[in-house]
C-alpha cells in the first residue's frame, strides 16, 4: 500500500525527495510558503510555513514520515535566524504524531575535515555556519522525536544549480568559459549525486533500526572540481574547459568588503586541502551504493540540456 509523506522546502533536495517519492506510488504534501514545487499527480503542492505551528499541523495530517528539506539564505545569521525553530517546531509537531523527522545534512559540523569523514567522526565544529550545523545536530540528538540525519557532501545532479558542480561549471562546459573554482581545482573533493542522498533518505526513513543516528548518503570515491568538469564535457561530448581555482586567502581578503564573498570564505577549507567523505558503513547498513561518476554527470547534462536548451 502506499503511504503518505510530507516534505518541507522544495529546493534541489525537496524537489528530488519529493519525486522520488511520487515515482514509487507514494503521494505526498509538498509544503513551501509560495506553494511552488514540481508537478506530479502524486504531490500535492500547498502554501505552509513551517514557522507556524497551526499551518504545520494541517500540512502534517495523514503523515508516515517527514523529510525536512527547507534552506535558508547563504549566511551564519540567516541560518541561526530560521532553521533552528523550524527544527525545533518540525520536531514537536512530529514527535506529538510519533513519526520520525529525516534530515539531509551537510559535513559543516565535522570537527576535522582534513581527515577522511566517516559516520563515527567528530561533530563538534563552531563558529558561523558550521557551528549552526552543530548545533542542530545536538538538538535532533536531544529530542524525543525519532531522528535520522543524511550527510551528503556538495551536491550535483538534476535539480541541483546553486552548487559548485551546479549551473556554473555546467555554464563553464556547454559556452566553453575558464571556469573559476574555489581553492585548489585539482584537489580531492567528495562529491554527491542528489538521486544518490534521496534514496538514502527515503530507505533511512523506513527502517526504524537505523532512527537516532547519523548516516552518510552514497558517495563515489573523492574526485576534483577539475574532473567533475572533464565528467561534465565528456557526457556533454564536448571540450573540457580551463579550470583556476581562488585560493581561500584571496576569497578571505575580498570577503572583509563583501558579505556574500565572505560566506563562502568561510567554507573555502574545503577546497584548499582534500575533502574526503566514507560513506562505505551506511552503504551497507543501507544496502545501497553511489552511482558511478559517469553515469551520474551523464543524467545531469541530459537534465541541463532538456531544462536550459543547451
Request: aromatic share 6%; charged share 20%.
Amino acid at each position: 500500500m502506499p503511504n503518505h509523506y510530507l516534505v518541507t522546502g522544495s529546493g534541489p533536495v525537496g524537489t528530488t525527495v519529493a519525486l522520488s517519492l511520487a515515482g514509487r506510488g507514494d503521494t505526498v504534501a509538498l509544503a513551501t510558503r509560495s506553494g511552488g514545487g514540481p508537478e506530479h499527480p502524486g504531490i500535492r503542492r500547498m502554501r505552509a510555513d513551517v514557522l507556524d505551528p497551526a499551518q504545520l499541523a494541517t500540512a502534517m495530517d495523514g503523515a508516515t514520515a517527514v523529510f525536512h528539506c527547507i534552506h535558508a539564505a547563504y549566511s551564519a545569521k540567516a541560518w541561526a535566524e530560521t532553521l533552528p525553530r523550524a527544527e525545533e517546531l518540525v520536531l514537536a509537531v512530529a514527535g506529538e504524531r510519533g513519526i520520525p523527522v529525516v534530515f539531509p545534512e551537510s559535513l559543516y559540523s565535522y570537527s576535522h575535515p582534513d581527515e577522511p569523514m566517516a559516520e563515527d567522526s567528530p561533530r563538534n565544529a563552531a563558529g558561523g555556519k558550521r557551528g549552526v550545523r552543530t548545533a542542530l545536530m545536538t538538538a535532533r540528538a536531544a529530542s524525543g522525536t525519532n531522528t535520522v540525519s543524511v550527510v551528503a557532501s556538495d551536491f550535483y545532479g538534476p535539480h541541483v544549480e546553486t552548487a559548485h558542480a551546479g549551473a556554473r561549471m555546467l555554464e563553464s562546459v556547454f559556452n566553453g568559459r575558464r571556469l573559476l573554482a574555489v581553492g585548489n581545482p585539482a584537489m580531492p573533493h567528495s562529491f554527491t549525486y542528489m538521486p544518490d542522498l534521496a534514496a538514502a533518505m527515503l530507505r533511512a526513513a523506513e527502517r526504524e533500526d537505523l532512527w537516532n543516528g547519523v548516516l552518510h548518503a552514497p558517495t563515489a570515491p573523492p574526485s576534483s572540481q577539475r574532473a567533475m568538469a572533464e565528467a561534465y564535457a565528456a557526457a556533454a561530448d564536448l571540450p573540457a574547459p580551463k579550470v583556476t581555482g581562488m585560493p581561500g586567502w584571496i576569497l578571505r581578503a575580498v570577503g572583509l568588503a563583501h558579505p556574500a564573498t565572505r560566506e563562502l570564505a568561510e567554507m573555502a577549507y574545503q577546497f584548499d586541502d582534500p575533502f574526503e567523505m566514507d560513506s562505505r558503513r551506511s552503504e551497507a547498513l543501507l544496502g545501497l551504493s553511489p552511482t558511478p561518476l559517469a553515469d551520474g554527470t551523464r543524467a545531469t547534462v541530459d537534465w541541463w540540456r532538456e531544462t536550459h536548451g543547451d
